[in-house]
């Protein structure tokens, strides 16, 4: 049974830092490319960041600079460092691959607020 679990999340303020986490089973995570999404209040969810098998990596724009993906095959887990920041990335973020599309976890809630 493929799952992913992400945690990690929380409520900090404008500027600060959190670190997601995402764990992968019953999939061959070393096999897939792997990416984060966000889903906002009121919003669908959006793409964030893509990490490819070789650990290739890609932005949505308004996070460059600001957040790093990085995985670890060995533990099948995959991070999010997410540094500076703001009140638009509130919402819950969620870990997949986007080329499989498993079935989607609950989430990690990121609460950026002052």
């Known amino acids: 049974q493929v799952q992913f679990v992400e945690s990690g999340g929380g409520s900090v303020q404008p500027g600060e830092t959190l670190r997601l986490s995402c764990a992968v089973s019953?999939?061959?995570?070393?096999?897939?490319?792997m990416a984060w999404y966000r889903q906002a209040p009121g919003k669908q969810r959006e793409w964030v960041a893509t990490?490819?098998?070789?650990?290739?990596?890609n932005y949505k724009d308004n996070v460059k600079g600001r957040f790093t993906i990085s995985r670890d095959n060995a533990r099948k887990m995959m991070y999010l460092e997410m540094n500076s920041l703001k009140f638009d990335d509130t919402a819950v973020y969620h870990c997949?691959?986007?080329?499989?599309?498993?079935?989607w976890g609950q989430g990690a809630q990121v609460t950026v607020s002052s």
């Open positions: 997949n691959a986007p080329n499989y599309l498993g079935p």
């Open positions: 019953g999939f061959p995570f070393s096999a897939y490319t």
């Open positions: 990490i490819t098998r070789s650990s290739s990596t």
